[in-house]
Structure formats: C-alpha cells, structure tokens
C-alpha cells in the first residue's frame, strides 16, 4: 500500500507543486548568469540608470518640461540669452537659461534628448534588420550572393560613417526635392544612419552563420526537409543574437551622435526642431559672446547619454562572453 504521508494525492507538498528541479521563469530569470553579473557591476547599474532616466525624460517630456518649446506663447523674444539661475541676470523661470529665441534650454534639451533617441533607436532597428538578413543571407547561401554582399561591406567601410550618411541625404534631398515636412526629414534621416551602418550587423552574423549552419543541428533540419528560410531564421538566427544585441547597444550611442553630428552640419532635422545636434549649432554661433550655456548644456547631455550607452554595451559584450564567466 502507498503511504498517505508521501502520496502525491494527498500530500500538498508533493502533489500541488512543480516537477522536481524546474522552477517559475521569473525564478530561472533571478538566477541568470547575465543579473548575476549586473548585479555585480555597479557601472552597469549607473549606466542603465542614467539610460533609464533619459529614456523616460524623452518619453515623458511634454509633461515633464517645463515649457513646451514649439508653443510659440510660450516664448518670448524678450527672454532670449537669460543666463543660467546661477549666474549674473539669471532667472528662476529658466533654471538653464534661454537660446536666441527664448526656448528654456531645459525644456529644449528634454525635447532635443527625445529626438536624437527616437532617431538612434529607429535607425538602430532598421540597421539590424537589414544587416541581420544580409548577413544570414551571405553565410547560409555562399557563393556569388556571399562575394557581392561582403564586397559592398567591404567598400563601404574604406569610408567614414558621416560621409555615408553625408551621402545618402543628399541624394535622398536631391529625389524628393521642393520642400518637406518633419516626416520626411525624420526618414530621410533615420535611413542615411541606418545605410550608414548596417556593416557591422551583417560581418558579425555571417560570421556566426558560417560556424552555426555546419553543426549537426542544422544538418538535421536540412535532411528533414526543412525549408532553407526557416532553418535561418528558427534555428541559425537564436544562436547569433547575443553579438547583434552588444553591437545594437554601441551602435545606438553612435547613432545618437552621428544625428547630433548630421544637424550640428545642417543636414538633419529641420532647423525649427529643438534635436541636440542644432542646439549645439545654435550654441556655437554665441560661444564668442559668452553665452556659453546655450551649447554646452545640450553637448553636456549628448555626451552624457552615449557614455551611459557606451558603458552599457560594454558591460552586455562581457555577461554575455562566455570566455569571461
């Protein structure tokens, strides 16, 4: 007869819980390698905090900015060069001062912070996917689709990034022609940083791909039939993906910059946007003058932001480095 005390029926203890040695997902998550290390690292904590902080302001900015820079009541050209709260002739209405036009330079860096990472993130996603494809296409296929993908990455990177993207907007510009609105300009943008960068994605994973699609796993799918795209994506895919997430976390302090570069040379967004990079521009213009806030408060949060991105990836490269555990 089955003892009552270790029936599983009558036993909550036995009966009522999970199967020995799984645990909830939230559990397995609490133990992973990766919030192990995180814990362990301070810097990553700082980094994804500051991260963390500038992702709200920039999501939660129309609530949180003080004043709303492309309302036009709320700018008055009599407030214009207000220097910080601290300094001589500063107010309190505008504890970082006020631009050329008036726009509080907290309101404008809020405002700015949210487009430079709207822009990073979307050309970021955009770059990845279409350098993840390449990539996976070169790798897997082989042959002359592996020897012209790889050619054009290879030429791509005898040049510099901002000419790239120099490039691409100009003639994205020259298509279009006439004027256009902060749409347009947004894509034209988001895509010459995308085009800009896609290179990396696509040499990391073909890299990947090369190792991954020899192993007896995919051999397997290949002998039952499986058709080529879903073995790259179900199977191949999973196993490349922790080096495009360190490389999409670099990359989207480069973006970052690399938009702030593009509207600091008057490529970017349109001149009436508040984006980092033109009011750094704004800036430069009054530095002579000693208006020194207008640029270096924006430049202040540019730098500040990709440091904390920079940081992060490099944290993301080592937890997920397997050679380093």
């Known amino acids: 007869?089955?003892?009552?005390?270790?029936?599983?029926?009558?036993?909550?203890?036995?009966?009522?819980?999970?199967?020995?040695?799984?645990?909830p997902w939230l559990q397995r998550?609490?133990?992973?390698?990766?919030?192990?290390?995180?814990?362990?690292?301070?810097?990553?904590?700082?980094?994804?905090?500051?991260?963390?902080?500038?992702l709200l302001t920039a999501l939660f900015a129309p609530l949180l900015a003080p004043y709303d820079p492309y309302d036009l009541s709320q700018v008055s050209l009599m407030d214009s060069l207000t220097p910080p709260v601290w300094a001589e002739g500063g107010g309190g209405a505008f504890?970082?001062?006020?631009?050329?036009?008036?726009?509080?330079?907290?309101?404008?860096?809020?405002?700015?912070?949210?487009?430079?990472?709207?822009?990073?993130l979307a050309s970021v996603a955009l770059a990845a996917s279409l350098g993840v494809s390449l990539g996976l296409l070169a790798g897997y296929a082989g042959g002359a689709a592996d020897a012209v993908i790889m050619r054009l990455a290879?030429?791509?990177?005898?040049?510099?990034?901002?000419?790239?993207?120099?490039?691409?907007?100009?003639?994205?510009?020259?298509?279009?022609?006439?004027?256009?609105?902060?749409?347009?300009?947004?894509?034209?943008?988001?895509?010459?940083?995308?085009?800009?960068?896609?290179?990396?994605?696509?040499?990391?994973?073909?890299?990947s791909t090369l190792v991954e699609k020899n192993k007896e796993y995919v051999q397997a799918a290949r002998i039952i039939g499986r058709h080529p795209l879903?073995?790259?994506?179900?199977h191949v895919l999973p196993n490349a993906m922790g080096p495009v997430l360190v490389i999409a976390?670099?990359?989207?302090?480069?973006?970052?910059?690399?938009?702030?570069?593009?509207?600091?040379?008057?490529?970017?967004?349109?001149?009436?946007?508040?984006?980092l990079g033109t009011l750094i521009r704004?800036?430069?213009?009054?530095?002579?003058?000693?208006?020194?806030?207008?640029?270096f408060f924006p430049g202040l949060a540019l730098a500040v932001l990709a440091l904390?991105?920079?940081?992060?990836?490099?944290?993301?490269?080592?937890?997920?480095?397997?050679k380093l555990r």
């Open 29 to 54: 998550a609490g133990d992973s390698d990766m919030l192990y290390s995180f814990r362990r690292s301070r810097l990553a904590q700082l980094s994804a905090l500051i991260t963390l902080l500038f």
């Open 230 to 234: 879903a073995i790259m994506i179900r």
């Open 95 to 120: 504890p970082l001062g006020t631009d050329d036009q008036g726009r509080d330079i907290l309101s404008t860096v809020m405002y700015g912070a949210r487009i430079s990472i709207f822009v990073g």
């Open 1 to 23: 007869m089955t003892d009552p005390a270790t029936d599983p029926a009558t036993d909550p203890e036995i009966g009522a819980g999970p199967p020995s040695g799984s645990k």
């Open 154 to 207: 290879d030429i791509q990177l005898t040049f510099p990034a901002i000419l790239i993207a120099l490039l691409i907007d100009g003639i994205a510009h020259a298509l279009l022609g006439g004027p256009e609105d902060s749409f347009t300009s947004y894509a034209v943008l988001t895509l010459s940083i995308a085009l800009a960068s896609w290179v990396q994605f696509a040499r990391t994973v073909r890299g």
């Open 282 to 295: 704004v800036g430069n213009d009054f530095l002579f003058s000693g208006e020194w806030w207008i640029a």
């Open 308 to 322: 904390a991105v920079n940081l992060l990836g490099d944290w993301l490269r080592d937890a997920l480095n397997p």
């Open 249 to 275: 976390t670099v990359n989207l302090a480069l973006a970052i910059i690399l938009e702030a570069t593009l509207s600091f040379l008057g490529v970017g967004v349109p001149i009436t946007e508040p984006s």
